[in-house]
Antibody
Framework: EVQLVESGGALVQPGRSLRLSCTTSGFTFGDYAMSWVRQAPGKGLEWVSFVRGKAFGGTTQYAASVKGRFIISRDDSKSIAYLQMNSLQIEDTAMYYC?????????????WGQGTKVTVSS | QSALTQPASVSGSPGQSITISCTGTSSDVGVYNYVSWYQQHPGKAPKLMIYEVTNRPSGVSNRFSGSKSGDTASLTISGLQAEDEADYYCSSYRSDSTVVFGGGTKLTVL
C-alpha cells in the first residue's frame, strides 16, 4: 500500500524554524517528484514547493510566499522528503500535506498524506 | 502568484449534472494541459479526481469528467450523488515552473 506520513508539525514562535518530514512506503520513492501543499485554517489549498527525482535533476521550485525561507529536500535512500521552514511567520500557520506527483512532474498529486499541523504564534 | 478563479459555490439536486469552472491565464491553464482537479471532504486530505485536463485516476467514477477551452478548465459531475458534496479545487502547472491552485468551490447537493 502506498503511504505518505508527515511528522514534525508543532506550535512555534514567529521567526523560529521547523523541519517537516514525509516518510513514504509502498512505491519506488526515487522515481517520483514530491511536493508540499498547505491549507490555512478555513482556507483553500496552496502549493508550497516540489522536488523532482534524480532522473530529472532533483530540481526544486518554491511558491513566492516561501521562497528564500523554506528549503525542500529528499533522501532517496530513506524514502523521505523534508521541508525545512525558516523565519516562520504567522501566515505560515496551516496544515501541511506531503504529496506525490503521479508521474508527470507537472503537478498531478495522486497520493496525499494525512497532514501535519503547524501553528506559528507568540 | 494569483490563484486560479473558481466560483465560490455551486449546487445541484441528486441525479443532475453540474459544472465547475476554473479560469487561469495564458501562462498556466491556457498553455499547459496540466490541469488537475481535487475533491476534499471536511477534515480529510484532498483526493485527485482528474489529471492532465481529462484523465481519471484508477478508481474514480466516470461520472467525473474534465475539459478545457482556452484559459478555462471545467469539471463536470453527472448523476450527482449525496457523497459528491465536498470542496473542489483545480490546479495548473505554470510557465514559471510552479503550481497554482484555484480558490476552491463548495458543492452542495440539495
Amino acid at each position: 500500500e502506498v503511504q505518505l506520513v508527515e511528522s514534525g508539525g508543532a506550535l512555534v514562535q514567529p521567526g523560529r524554524s521547523l523541519r517537516l518530514s514525509c516518510t513514504t512506503s509502498g512505491f519506488t520513492f526515487g522515481d517520483y517528484a514530491m511536493s508540499w501543499v498547505r491549507q490555512a485554517p478555513g482556507k483553500g489549498l496552496e502549493w508550497v514547493s516540489f522536488v523532482r527525482g534524480k532522473a530529472f535533476g532533483g530540481t526544486t521550485q518554491y511558491a513566492a510566499s516561501v521562497k528564500g525561507r523554506f528549503i525542500i529536500s529528499r533522501d532517496d535512500s530513506k524514502s523521505i522528503a523534508y521541508l525545512q521552514m525558516n523565519s516562520l511567520q504567522i501566515e505560515d500557520t496551516a496544515m501541511y500535506y506531503c504529496t506525490r506527483d503521479g508521474g508527470s512532474n507537472y503537478g498531478a498529486f495522486d497520493i496525499w498524506g494525512q497532514g501535519t499541523k503547524v501553528t506559528v504564534s507568540s | 502568484q494569483s490563484a486560479l478563479t473558481q466560483p465560490a459555490s455551486v449546487s445541484g439536486s441528486p441525479g443532475q449534472s453540474i459544472t465547475i469552472s476554473c479560469t487561469g491565464t495564458s501562462s498556466d491553464v491556457g498553455v499547459y494541459n496540466y490541469v488537475s482537479w481535487y475533491q476534499q471532504h471536511p477534515g480529510k486530505a484532498p483526493k485527485l479526481m482528474i489529471y492532465e485536463v481529462t484523465n481519471r485516476p484508477s478508481g474514480v467514477s466516470n461520472r467525473f469528467s474534465g475539459s478545457k477551452s482556452g484559459d478555462t478548465a471545467s469539471l463536470t459531475i453527472s448523476g450527482l450523488q449525496a457523497e459528491d458534496e465536498a470542496d473542489y479545487y483545480c490546479s495548473s502547472y505554470r510557465s514559471d515552473s510552479t503550481v497554482v491552485f484555484g480558490g476552491g468551490t463548495k458543492l452542495t447537493v440539495l
